[in-house]
């Protein structure tokens, strides 16, 4: 099935469609420029399925603008749903439907290995496909495509709560994932701008996981 079929059916909103195949298309440029043998199909795969579950976590009334036209009760109605057939983690929900799409456990491992929390264990390991998928997620802001470092702050700016400490810890192991991938990609990092990914997401829509 499509990606974007596989969206429509789990009623993905249309923000959270965006930010997947956003961090996907970052992740094919990367493996696309790589110099080292990477399963290009598996690790965009994981990246456009690895935010299944977050309308879970969402407070729906934080940006009504992203409601439209559905509406507030429509939105909820989903979360709600989500929550009755996967529970309330997202990280668990998001599993689960991916298992639910496909049958390949490669594409699950990579997935897993996804997200903030996941970091020691992306830059202990020597598999690159962590380390882009993981990536490619810490490059898409509400903004488009920007530096780490710009992220984390935006992330910190909406979570008042969190550590200037944490922070600083995030950033460092972020960047020590960026260097590990720069050593094996043809291309500068920083280059990969929303110019650079426009064609990609297109391309990306009609994308088939198995």
Known sequence: MKIIDIYKKYSIPPQLQLHQLSVSSVAK???????????????????LLHDMGNIIKFDLTLFPE???????????SVKNTFIENYG???????????????????????LKHIGASRLDA?????????????????????????????????RKSRNPKLTDEFFMQLIDMIGINEKNIQK???IDLKDITDETISDIID????????
């Open 184 to 186: 094996v990609c043809k």
């Open 29 to 47: 440029v990367i493996c696309d420029n790589l110099q080292i043998p990477v399963d290009t199909n598996e690790v965009v795969s994981s990246d």
């Open 66 to 76: 992203y409601l439209e036209p559905e509406g507030l009760d429509y939105w909820q």
């Open 122 to 154: 992306v830059n202990s390991s020597d598999d690159v496909a962590y380390k882009i998928a993981n990536y490619a997620d810490d490059r898409v802001s509400v903004n488009g495509i920007v530096p780490f470092e710009k992220l984390i702050k935006e």
């Open 88 to 110: 309330p983690d997202e990280h668990v929900a998001t599993e689960k439907i991916a298992e639910e799409i496909s049958e390949n456990k490669r594409i699950h491992d990579i």
């Open 203 to 210: 391309e990306l829509r009609d994308l088939k996981i198995n």
